[in-house]
């Protein structure tokens, strides 16, 4: 049944991959950031995939009208979703970006898919049941890797292209030996999820639909997206906002990288 979940993504993504290959116009939203008529046209097959697939489960979309808190709040269950994330990377057409859909119950993102399509990348997280992605159509389970001794081999470390890189360069600052990476998207989540990445530090504003659908993955492969201050998991659809506080991603706590973020936190 999932399987035809994800078939539905795909369908969206080869919807978006088909304006990707055009010239295509950017309009500017009220929050300044870049909307393209990609975004819209994988909003409108993502909320029509779900629609079919669970009548009557809510969807909150980033591209769907804002949905008062009073009513979101009420809401045992819905799906959220981000059609396009990275669309500063679609716009710049380097491949990094990503359909995101994500199953959140009682605040907990429970199960996601994220969709690579330039990179014919899925990352698929059941929370308490199996992690996995499929490229080029080959399946393998993904599984966060255990953090190295940084005497032996550098951690690994994944930032945005395109926002908050001096806190990034902050918190580096403070680690063992370490290199960085930089990507768009929620790729950066999906690639600490499959150990390819120790950490992602996101010191920098995020909203809900950027993170659910590719933290139900880092989840279900034994990592987690944690509040930078308090170190205790993200959740959904608490307040009225729809930001996330900073938050770092990581396959195990471990002191040495909690002490560097401390430090590099405002206020420290
Ligand atoms: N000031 C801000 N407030 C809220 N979200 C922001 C933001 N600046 C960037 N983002 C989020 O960061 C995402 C891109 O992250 P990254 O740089 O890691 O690729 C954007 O996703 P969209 O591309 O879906 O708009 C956007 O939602
Ligand atoms: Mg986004």
Same mark, same amino acid.
């Given at each position: 049944m999932r399987a035809r979940l994800v078939e539905g993504v795909h369908t969206a993504g080869r919807d978006v991959l088909a304006i990707y290959a055009q010239d295509f116009a950017v309009e500017t939203k009220d929050d300044k950031s870049p909307l393209t008529e990609a975004d819209m046209a994988s909003h409108h097959a993502l909320v029509a995939l779900l629609e079919r697939w669970a009548p009557g489960v809510p969807v909150l979309s980033e591209e769907s009208g804002e949905i008062p808190f009073e009513t979101r709040q009420g809401w045992e269950r819905y799906w959220l979703i %981000?059609? @396009? %994330?990275g669309t500063k990377e679609f716009i710049k057409k380097n491949g990094e970006f990503t359909l995101n859909v994500a199953l959140v119950e009682q605040g907990v993102p429970v199960f996601g898919i994220v969709h690579a399509p330039v990179l014919r990348t899925t990352w698929v997280g059941l929370v308490g049941g199996e992690a996995f992605k499929v490229k080029s159509g080959i399946y393998s389970q993904v599984r966060v890797r255990e953090l190295p001794d940084p005497a032996a081999a550098p951690w690994k470390v994944v930032g945005s292209r395109s926002h908050g890189a001096a806190e990034f360069e902050a918190f580096c600052a403070e680690l063992p030996n370490h290199e960085c990476v930089s990507m768009g998207s929620s790729i950066k989540l999906c690639l600490v999820a499959e150990g390819a990445a120790d950490l992602y530090p996101r010191l920098a504003p995020t909203c809900e639909w950027d993170t659910a659908a590719a933290q139900a993955v880092v989840t279900a492969a034994g990592g987690e997206v944690l %509040?930078?201050?308090? @170190?205790k998991p993200l959740r959904c659809n +608490? +307040? %009225?906002?729809v930001l996330n506080p900073w938050f770092i991603v990581c396959g195990q706590r471990d002191e040495r990288w909690e002490r560097a973020l401390r430090a590099s936190l405002p206020g420290s």
């Open positions: %981000d059609p @396009l %994330d %509040d930078a201050n308090t @170190l +608490q +307040q %009225d906002s």
